[in-house]
Every structure is written in C-alpha cells, then in structure tokens.
T-cell receptor
Framework: GAVVSQHPSRVICKSGTSVKIECRSL??????MFWYRQFPKQSLMLMAT?????????EQGVEKDKFLINHASLTLSTLTVTSAHPEDSSFYIC???????????FGPGTRLTVT | LAKTTQPISMDSYEGQEVNITCSHN???????ITWYQQFPSQGPRFIIQ???TKVTNEVASLFIPADRKSSTLSLPRVSLSDTAVYYC?????????????FGGGTRLMVKP
C-alpha cells in the first residue's frame, strides 16, 4: 500500500523556537495533504488541509500564522510550528490523498515536546 | 459531514470475535464508511472500507444495513495485539475535504 513518512519522529525544542515537520508521500503523488494534532487520550483533530500549489485551509481555531503549512510539491508538505510554547506539545500526524482521491494514508506521526 | 458515534471502550478476550458498532444517522448518499486502527504514538492504519451490505478482507468484516445509518466492524478471533483505538469515519472518498473528522473512537482492550 501507499506509504507516508514524517520527519522527525520526535523532537524536543525550547519555548519560543520554531520547529518544522515534514510529511512525504513516498510512492504516490498527493494533491491533498492533511495535518492533525492529537493530545493524549484524545482523538485526532484536523488542523488544516493543504493542496499542492495553493494556500492551506485552516480549521476554525487554528492560527495560520502560528502553524505555517507549505505544500510545494506533490510529495511533500511541511508544518512549521512558530514560536512554540509548552501547550503546543502534542502528537502531529499528517495524511495524504492520491491524485484519484479515495483513501487517506496516514504518516507515523511526530511527537513534539516544547520545554 | 456525517457525525459518528461509537462506544468509548470495549473489553474482550483473546480468541473472541469483537463487533464494534458505529452510528452515522446523517450519512449522505455519496459517503463511504471507513474504519481505522490506531496504536499509541502511531498514525491511524486503514482497516476496511465499504458502502453497503458486507465487505470482508483479510483482517476484518464490515456490515452495513440497508439504511446505512450504522455499521459494524467485526474482528474475528482477536489477539492481544488488536488492543488499540478503532475509529469509524464517513465521507465522500473522492472529494478532498471529506472523511476528515475523527470521532472519539472505541478503545478496545483485549485480555489474555
């Protein structure tokens, strides 16, 4: 099946710094990628939808200036958490849809800890 | 976007069949039903997808009644490694922007 990777798998950063998380579709082209955030014992919450070559669509309550999303190619989307704070510590998961639509393929997630 | 309702948790024992039911009363004509499995600190993994009646693959079966307002994921002879959270999603698989909303999921605990 299709594979989606994320890098890094876990990152620790200091408060006030920025962190970039990469999401790649390894064996298919993804016109649409999604970014989710998941806090412990909770469900996945959609943060934004990104389409290749256009601006991301953010869900209500998600600050677009804080969570910068770039989808510059059909196989790569990045999420940058700017000026991170401890409350941004979470598990960030991306997913991707192929050109023909259909199933979403999820990445393994990135554990962000802000100290 | 159809909202889903699932039991918060379920317990089972190794070797038993487990059935997890999901309610989606507002499912639209074009919506498919998809189930995902998630282990701690991992991304969700696709289990099965269906539109109506019954779908079976190597790991599970999905039963969908005629009105499609609910669906049941059936896991035959579960093992300890099936302990996970199971999510039911409904949406139009061909349109970006659908199948995006995760409900609370069902936390399945398989005991020896």
């Amino acid at each position: 099946g299709a594979v989606v990777s994320q890098h890094p798998s876990r990152v620790i950063c200091k408060s006030g710094t920025s962190v970039k998380i990469e999401c790649r579709s390894l064996d298919f082209q993804a016109t649409t990628m999604f970014w989710y955030r998941q806090f412990p014992k909770q469900s996945l919450m959609l943060m934004a939808t990104s389409n290749e070559g256009s601006k991301a669509t953010y869900e209500q309550g998600v600050e677009k200036d804080k969570f910068l999303i770039n989808h510059a190619s059909l196989t790569l989307s990045t999420l940058t958490v700017t000026s991170a704070h401890p409350e941004d510590s979470s598990f960030y998961i991306c997913s991707a849809k192929g050109l023909a639509g259909g199933e979403q393929y999820f990445g393994p997630g990135t554990r962000l800890t802000v100290t | 976007l159809a909202k889903t309702t699932q039991p918060i948790s379920m317990d089972s024992y190794e070797g038993q069949e487990v059935n997890i039911t999901c309610s989606h009363n507002n499912i639209a004509t074009n919506d498919y039903i998809t189930w995902y499995q998630q282990f701690p600190s991992q991304g969700p993994r696709f289990i099965i997808q269906g539109y109506k009646t019954k779908v079976t693959n190597e790991v599970a079966s999905l039963f969908i009644p005629a009105d499609r307002k609910s669906s049941t994921l059936s896991l035959p002879r579960v093992s300890l490694s099936d302990t996970a959270v199971y999510y039911c999603l409904v949406g139009d698989g061909d349109n970006a922007g659908n199948m995006l909303t995760f409900g609370g999921g069902t936390r399945l605990m398989v005991k020896p």
